[in-house]
């Protein structure tokens, strides 16, 4: 089991920047990904970032790249999104999730979420 814990989320005008910060516990991180997925109301759940715990491989979705930078913090269990320039177009619930795989949804542990808001 994986418990995941995702905080950071707020309301930002456009060009801001937020943290969001994903701490993990229970069972070892060290063959997971953990990734970044979001879900603006009426849209399905997509993809944002994802990182390998064990090398630290990160792969981005086309809309967040240049701006968005996910990074792990071994000795804390916590995966951060650095979110900069950020666009009204990237308000969404952010959902942080660990799988077998970067981008895999299949059998993966999910948080809570945390509300992005970000205002033109």
């Known amino acids: 089991q994986v418990q995941l814990v995702e905080s950071g989320g707020g309301l930002v005008q456009a060009g801001g920047s937020l943290r969001l910060s994903c701490a993990g516990s229970?069972?070892?991180?060290?063959?997971?990904?953990i990734n970044w997925f979001r879900q603006a109301p009426g849209k399905e759940r997509e993809f944002v970032a994802g990182?390998?715990?064990?090398?630290?491989?990160?792969y981005y979705a086309d809309s967040v790249k240049g701006r968005f930078t996910i990074s792990r913090e071994n000795a804390k269990n916590t995966v951060f999104l650095q979110m900069n320039s950020l666009k009204p177009e990237d308000t969404a619930v952010y959902y942080c999730?660990?799988?077998?795989?970067?981008?895999?949804?299949?059998?993966?542990?999910w948080g809570q979420g945390t509300q992005v808001t970000v205002s033109s």
């Open positions: 229970g069972r070892t991180f060290s063959r997971l990904a």
């Open positions: 999730s660990a799988a077998d795989n970067i981008a895999s949804m299949r059998d993966a542990y």
């Open positions: 990182i390998r715990w064990s090398g630290g491989l990160t």
